[in-house]
C-alpha cells in the first residue's frame, strides 16, 4: 500500500490506492501463472516419467514372457537331435527282424552295422561309454560297486566290468557296475560298496 501525502485531494489518493492494488494484483497474478506453468511444467514430466515407466515395464514382462517360452521349446525338443541320430538304428533293426533267409552270417553282419550306427549316434550326441580297464583305481562318480572281492591288485581297484556305464558330456547316466579288490579281510558280500 502506498503513503498519501495529507496534501493530496481524496481523488488522487483513491487514484493511487487503486492503482497500487492493481499492481499487487498484477503480481500475484504472474506468480500464480508462474506457479501454474511450474506446476503443468512438473506434471507433464511425470505424464512423460509414468509413460516411459509403463513402456520399460512392458518390455521387461516381453523379455520374461519370451525367455520362458524359449526355455520351454528347448525343454520339449532337447532330445530331437539324439531322436534323429537314432533312427536309422531302428530302420536297421526293423530290416534285420523283416531279413527271411535264415543266415546267420547276414543277421550278425547286419547286427554289426547297426551297433556302428548306434556308436556313431553316440557320439555325434557325446555320450561316452565308462567301462574302467582292470586295475584301474574305483571312482564313486562314475563306477557303482557290486562287490568287494578279496584280489591280489591293489584295495579299490576294479576287478571285472559287469556292465559299462554312460556319460553325457561330464555328467553319469549310467555308473559302470564293477566288483572292486577288498582290502586284505575286508571282502563283502554282492551288494555292498566299496569304499573309496
Known sequence: MTQTSPNESPAAQAASTSTAEEQQAAQA???GDALEQALKAAQDELE?????FLRAKAEAENVRRRAEEETARARKFAVESMAQELLPVKDSLEAALADASGSIEALKKGVELTLSQLRGAFERSRIQEVAPAVGERFDPARH????SIPSEQAPNTVVAVLQKGYMLA???LRPAMVTVAAAQGTAQAPGGAAGA
Open 144 to 147: 557303482q560297486a557290486i562287490a
Open 29 to 31: 497474478a504472474s506468480g
Open 170 to 172: 561330464e555328467r553319469t
Open 48 to 52: 512423460a516419467l509414468k509413460d516411459q
